[in-house]
């Protein structure tokens, strides 16, 4: 698939933080918990695209934790450093989890399998190896990813209405000038990678044909309904 990565890093509007307000940060930050931040223990990198839009591709990191053994949850950023934007979030669960879901639901997650034997689902920094022994597990998982920033348009702000985000499931979907960008600025090797996971194995029930929006678009769309309290219109 040919394409050109429009993706931006735009300038967010707004005064430069204050020194007073650097201050009041640093002295939250030795009197407050961070509980759930603090349990982020992994950065994947990986790719989405919008469920509607195939052609709006974005370099998603994630920042993951568990919260047990068959479900973690991620904050995604456009890029890894202290600059980066949060713009969206992911949900990870099991096989098993999935397939308890309702079929309605099921259509908002996608399969992980080709994202990790791609090798275009990766762990920057980390060994092959060690990588490895977790993307087992990820290939057998699913994904629910909602973006709230649309970056790749150039939005310095996160406008416009959440979106369901949709991920890689066979050759020739990502954009080459966008994998080879990653491949460099990591110096890693997707079609290495691939070689090196061709052992692992996807869900153990093959997947399910309604994840993946069952191979149709999804889009999220704002409807105006009247709103009621107590019984009554408002």
């Given at each position: ?73 991620c904050l995604i950023y456009d890029r890894p450093d202290d600059d980066g934007r949060l713009i969206g979030l992911e949900y990870i ?8 879901l309702p079929d309605e639901e099921k259509k908002f997650w996608h399969s992980h399998e080709f994202e990790v034997k791609s090798g ?20 057998k998982t699913y994904g629910k990813v909602i973006h709230f920033w649309q970056v790749d348009k150039g939005d310095n702000l996160p ?76």
């Amino acid at each position: 698939m040919e394409g050109v990565n429009v993706s931006t890093h735009p300038e967010i509007p707004g005064e430069p933080t204050q020194t007073r307000t650097a201050l009041l940060e640093k002295a939250t930050a030795t009197i407050q918990g961070f509980g759930p931040v603090n349990k982020i223990h992994q950065h994947l990198c990986a790719f989405h695209f919008y469920g509607h839009d195939m052609t709006r591709q974005v370099e998603a990191h994630h920042f993951c934790g568990h919260l047990n053994e068959e479900f973690r949850q991620c904050l995604i950023y456009d890029r890894p450093d202290d600059d980066g934007r949060l713009i969206g979030l992911e949900y990870i669960v099991s096989e098993q989890l999935f397939l308890t879901l309702p079929d309605e639901e099921k259509k908002f997650w996608h399969s992980h399998e080709f994202e990790v034997k791609s090798g275009v689902l990766f762990m920057p920094g980390v060994p092959g190896p060690i990588q490895r022994q977790d993307l087992e597990k990820v290939a057998k998982t699913y994904g629910k990813v909602i973006h709230f920033w649309q970056v790749d348009k150039g939005d310095n702000l996160p406008l416009g209405i959440p979106q369901v985000m949709m991920a890689l499931t066979r050759d020739g979907q990502l954009y080459e000038n966008l994998a080879k960008d990653v491949e460099n600025r990591y110096d890693i090797s997707f079609e290495k990678e691939r070689e090196n996971r061709a052992h692992i194995k996807g869900p153990d029930h093959g997947i399910h044909p309604l994840a993946n929006a069952a191979g149709k678009g999804l889009q999220t769309v704002l409807k105006e309904v009247d709103c009621f309290k107590e019984g009554k219109s408002t």
